[in-house]
């Protein structure tokens, strides 16, 4: 049981270039969702969705975008880098508010 | 807006010591508060609390939730250094389960 798995683990871009990071989970879980992490900001949310097909917009979705087409499957693409994009990702599943489980994490950097 | 504040910021304390840290939380539909451990990757889960007054325990670390007054307290009892870690709070909240709303986090460093 793999959990949650994200994919890659460090990645550099260039400011412009666009990416997808990868979240995938294998416990059938309804929710799923993604933060980014910066030092003395705490975890903020980007995006979410409650279930395939169904996605929305959390506190800081710009540049930014997501689609949910599997249950399993949850990818976050950049369009156009920035280096303000420069951050830690994680992804999260939960099966409806108990028990929300982390990937370990994307490390990003936008030169 | 919602809002989770945590306080310290950063603490330093001795292996032996009892450490309290605050999550205080202003969230619209709040649900349950969480707390997690982060050391090098991603945050580990420690306790979600519910319920106002019962505390919850798992070895040295214990937690307790206010609703009354929107606030959580983690302690922890004699220190050690594998404690060492950033302590995040997050609330959740109902009809939106994929939501949390962290804190900025406490950083605890426990020296011998």
């Known amino acids: 049981n793999a959990g949650v798995t994200q994919t890659p683990k460090f990645q550099v871009l260039k400011t412009g270039q666009s990416m997808t990071l990868q979240c995938a989970q294998d416990m059938n879980h309804e929710y799923m969702s993604w933060y980014r992490q910066d030092p003395g900001m705490g975890l903020r949310l980007i995006h979410y969705?409650?279930?395939?097909?169904?996605?929305d917009q959390g506190e800081v979705p710009n540049g930014y975008n997501v689609s949910r087409s599997t249950t399993e499957d949850f990818p976050l693409r950049l369009l156009s880098a920035a280096p303000s994009q420069t951050s830690v990702y994680f992804c999260a599943s939960t099966t409806g508010g108990y028990g929300y489980t982390f990937g370990s994490g994307t490390r990003l950097t936008v030169v | 807006e919602d809002k989770v504040v945590q306080s310290p910021l950063s603490l330093v304390v001795h292996e032996g010591d009892t450490v309290t840290l605050n999550c205080s939380y202003e969230?619209?539909?709040?649900?349950?508060l969480l707390w997690y451990k982060q050391e090098k990757k991603a945050p580990t889960f420690l306790f979600m609390l519910?319920?106002?007054?019962i505390e919850k325990k798992s070895g040295r670390l214990s937690s307790i939730l206010d609703k009354k007054e929107l606030f959580s307290i983690l302690n922890i009892t004699a220190t050690q250094t594998g404690d060492s870690a950033i302590y995040l709070c997050?609330?959740?909240?109902?009809?939106?389960?994929?939501?949390?709303?962290f804190g900025t986090g406490t950083r605890l460093q426990v020296t011998l």
């Open positions: 519910t319920s106002s007054g």
């Open positions: 969230v619209t539909n709040f649900r349950s």
């Open positions: 969705s409650v279930g395939a097909g169904i996605t």
């Open positions: 997050a609330a959740t909240h109902t009809g939106t389960a994929s939501k949390l709303t």
